[in-house]
T-cell receptor, first 116, second 113 residues
Framework: GESVGLHLPTLSVQEGDNSIINCAYSNSASDYFIWYKQESGKGPQFIIDIRSNMDKRQGQRVTVLLNKTVKHLSLQIAATQPGDSAVYFCAEKVNAGGTSYGKLTFGQGTILTVHP | ETGVTQSPTHLIKTRGQQVTLRCSSQSGHNTVSWYQQALGQGPQFIFQYYREEENGRGNFPPRFSGLQFPNYSSELNVNALELDDSALYLC????????????FGPGTRLTVT
């Protein structure tokens, strides 16, 4: 079945360090992968996405890497700041041929804590 | 902020009661998806509404139902509330039904006692 999981439930880093958050997925039919950031008391905030035919995509201070061979996704945050402290979720959208709706399947989340 | 709003912010209900949660989508978006997020878990897809019709459904029983209105706002209704329904209910709006770019509201925290 569909599932998205995370290797590390918590990650603690010092301000200025680079952070890497990992995610494993199981559905080969997924066509998009998305990273969300969720701060306490808020809804998930879209960070960056990557299409399944790409290996890497860069944004502002963030990079997403996709390894389809081992079904692994990672989010790299450069020069991590205290404001980056949040729960990070990976999500996938399955392209189930003929499916007309965008169901996102989320992982459990990684808590990132950035110490000043 | 995404422009997606939800009401109410918090709600306490008793087991067996019914509840209605509301969502206003971001301007220009015609699709609303609803998710349930239990404490310490990722959001779980409930269903999606596109052009006022249910456009896809996750593994939730029929007592979870919804509506979408001509202005694209949406309601989530849950009948016969159970203790396990206690969760954060999130709505997300998107430009079209199959879009992966979904923008979430702040959620409604439902507590069932």
């Amino acid at each position: 079945g569909e599932s998205v999981g995370l290797h590390l439930p918590t990650l603690s880093v010092q301000e200025g360090d680079n952070s890497i958050i990992n995610c494993a997925y199981s559905n080969s039919a997924s066509d998009y992968f998305i990273w969300y950031k969720q701060e306490s008391g808020k809804g998930p905030q879209f960070i960056i996405d990557i299409r399944s035919n790409m290996d890497k995509r860069q944004g502002q201070r963030v990079t997403v890497l996709l390894n389809k061979t081992v079904k692994h996704l990672s989010l790299q945050i450069a020069a991590t700041q205290p404001g980056d402290s949040a729960v990070y979720f990976c999500a996938e959208k399955v392209n189930a041929g003929g499916t007309s709706y965008g169901k996102l399947t989320f992982g459990q989340g990684t808590i990132l804590t950035v110490h000043p | 902020e995404t422009g997606v709003t939800q009401s109410p912010t918090h709600l306490i209900k008793t087991r067996g009661q019914q509840v209605t949660l509301r969502c206003s989508s971001q301007s220009g978006h015609n699709t609303v998806s609803w998710y349930q997020q239990a404490l310490g878990q990722g959001p779980q897809f409930i269903f999606q509404y596109y052009r006022e019709e249910e456009n896809g459904r996750g593994n939730f029983p029929p007592r979870f139902s919804g509506l979408q209105f001509p202005n694209y706002s949406s309601e989530l209704n849950v009948n016969a509330l159970e203790l396990d329904d206690s969760a954060l209910y999130l709505c997300a709006s998107s430009f079209r039904g199959n879009s992966y770019e979904q923008y979430f509201g702040p959620g409604t925290r439902l507590t069932v006692t």
